[in-house]
């Protein structure tokens, strides 16, 4: 499926399940999202590839700009995470990152509703350690993984990776 047609499949389930809730996005072209909008978004569904900007540069605009601090951002992306992207984004709550094309659009949906309307974050150094584990996952595709690996690689137990992987 191309980005195009991912992105309005993900309009489509949107607009389906929350009638009332506006939704926008950039238009083609657009190098500064900040510029976009005057308004503030409830949600920020990103790619971190974008032609023609960087969507670490957006979430750093975001997280700096006290009207859009709290927001939370879905990055939906097929870029592999490295244990640098995770750096950059270790000091940042609210973010959720899902590879594209792993979660069916009903299940994006879901994920999606939950982070827009439950209000519990995990706590900073909680989140990280999901982050990592993103990361270790992204860096070992090609490897069949074990939660048990996953666990032991973060120094945690397999009860308590199983616990924050489903509140983060």
Known sequence: MTMQRHANCIRRSW???????????P?????RWPSWKPWTPQLLILDLMMPEMDGFEVIGWMR???????V?????SGKILTIDDIKRLEPYQKILFQSKHVLSTQELAASLQQMLFNDHVLPSQTSI???HAVAYIHQNYEKTLSRAEIALTL?????YLTK???QE
């Open 129 to 131: 350690v999901v982050k």
């Open 15 to 25: 607009r389906s399940s929350y009638p009332d809730t506006p939704l926008a996005s």
């Open 64 to 70: 700096d700009n006290p009207r859009t601090r709290s």
């Open 27 to 31: 238009r083609a072209g657009e190098k």
């Open 72 to 76: 939370p951002i879905a990055i939906l």
């Open 155 to 159: 120094g945690v137990s397999e009860n």
């Open 164 to 166: 924050i992987f489903h």
